[in-house]
């Protein structure tokens, strides 16, 4: 006994085409927003090897944080680097331009911009600027004080409002994550905020006194 071919119309191939269409209409936002989801679980998990580097660097000196750099130019992120990679090449580790690329960088990181994340600059002066080594100890809700933060510069000096303003140009947070930013703390503890979030609540938590 023969078996007859299925045939389909075209107006039944329309009609799948088209069902098929709206379906990845649905479906790709959320796998974009996925996508952007485990970019920024990634960034924080990057961030908390530079909160375990920060605790080894203050265990290892007393208690004291790295300071935003000292008189021989040995800037944070070079202190850090040797708990980050131990193997790095002292070009790269005393390159400031090129430290910042190589050394655990955020994955959502702008190609155009030399660092990932910003240290908090009123944690610890330049000591060439003002000499003021703050101790771990020292510190006030140690839970609710940034230490580095999703950034284009190396550091966050400036608590002005302006400084957490993507549209401004003096060394912006970077919201790269879901128009958000994550955060790791002193207590090595990592937290993902909104912009609006940071921009209305975070510009004065930056000063230690103030936790």
């Not at 920060?54 to 004291?64: E, F, H, K």
């Amino acid at each position: 006994m023969r078996t007859r071919a299925l045939k389909f119309t075209l107006i039944e191939l329309l009609v799948v085409i088209s069902i098929i269409a709206i379906l990845a209409g649905l479906l790709l936002p959320a796998l974009n927003r996925a996508r952007l989801t485990a970019k920024k679980i990634q960034c924080a998990s990057v961030m908390k090897n530079y909160g375990y580097a920060l605790t080894m660097y203050t265990n290892d000196n007393a208690g004291y944080l790295p300071a935003i750099d000292n008189t021989e130019g040995q800037y944070w992120i070079i202190a850090l680097s040797f708990y980050l990679d131990r193997n790095m090449s002292d070009s790269i580790r005393y390159s400031i331009s090129n430290i910042g690329k190589y050394l655990l960088p955020c994955p959502e990181k702008e190609k155009s911009n030399l660092f990932s994340y910003a240290y908090n600059g009123y944690l610890n002066s330049s000591v060439s600027v003002q000499p003021v080594w703050k101790k771990v100890g020292q510190l006030k809700n140690i839970s609710s004080l940034p230490a580095f933060i999703d950034h284009s510069n190396r550091q966050v000096w400036n608590s002005a409002a302006s400084s957490f303003d993507p549209n401004s140009g003096s060394s912006p947070i970077k919201y790269r994550h879901l128009n958000g930013a994550n955060m790791l703390f002193v207590d090595g503890h990592v937290l993902w905020e909104t912009q609006k979030t940071i921009r209305g609540e975070y510009p004065l938590k930056f000063f230690p006194d103030n936790n």
